[in-house]
């Protein structure tokens, strides 16, 4: 079964304290996407990758920069973090081929609040 | 415009109901149809894709009209493991990208 993990679930912090969230994958998947969710807003891609090394900016990517050294991980990381940052934040992976390609399987989410 | 809509409900129905959810899309381009489902405070899962030809996955229904960009979930026989919110989702592109764009939502309670 696909599985993605997220660290933290949980995290409070002040604006401009820089913070990393992780996500890392056992499927061996290339897509992997970040995603943040707002209420009345749904879920809006911030940032994705389609395979190590490659990655491209969503629909709002502005204050968040992401990384793909490895196959496996994909960290969201905001350098100064503001209010409007404040959000539920999943990470998603995908398959790019195949049979695995209409579905996303997403990680449990990290519910970040900016004060 | 967003680019998916969807009625936020909440929809609230008595156990036994049939329940029917719509969405419409705006770009005339997207690509595959799907139904998420999310419990509260969970992460999103796949329900079932949406095919033109309409498909059924045991009480869920899906259908899709092109020529309206319109899609719908059928539940039928609701239980109270049905409460949920269920997220419309579109592709916009074909090939190897799958990005996904979410519809807010609309949120389904079922009661005994």
């Known amino acids: 079964e696909a599985q993605v993990t997220q660290n933290p679930r949980y995290l409070i912090t002040v604006t401009g304290k820089k913070l990393t969230v992780t996500c890392s994958q056992n499927m061996n998947h290339e897509y992997m996407s970040w995603y943040r969710q707002d209420p009345g807003l749904g879920l809006r891609q911030i940032y994705y990758?389609?395979?190590?090394?490659?990655?491209d900016k969503g629909d709002v990517p502005e204050g968040y920069k992401v990384s793909r050294k490895e196959k496996r991980n994909f960290p969201l990381i905001l350098e100064s973090p503001s209010p409007n940052q404040t959000s539920l934040y999943f990470c998603?992976?995908?398959?790019?081929?195949?049979?695995?390609?209409?579905?996303?399987?997403f990680g449990p989410g990290t519910r970040l609040t900016v004060l | 415009r967003k680019e998916v809509e969807q009625d936020p409900g909440p929809f609230n129905v008595p156990e036994g109901a049939t329940v029917a959810f719509n969405c419409t899309y705006s770009n005339s381009a997207s690509q595959s149809f799907f139904w998420y489902r999310q419990d509260c405070r969970k992460e999103p899962k796949l329900l079932m894709s949406v095919y033109s030809s309409g498909n059924e996955d045991g009480r869920f229904t899906a259908q899709l009209n092109r020529a309206s960009q319109y899609i719908s979930l059928l539940i039928r026989d609701s239980k109270l493991s049905d409460s949920a919110t269920y997220l419309c989702?579109?592709?916009?592109?074909?090939?190897?990208?799958?990005?996904?764009?979410f519809g807010a939502g609309t949120r389904l309670a079922v009661h005994p």
């Open positions: 990758s389609m395979n190590v090394e490659v990655t």
């Open positions: 998603a992976i995908g398959g790019t081929s195949g049979s695995s390609y209409n579905e996303q399987f």
């Open positions: 989702v579109v592709t916009p592109f074909s090939g190897g990208y799958n990005k996904l764009i």
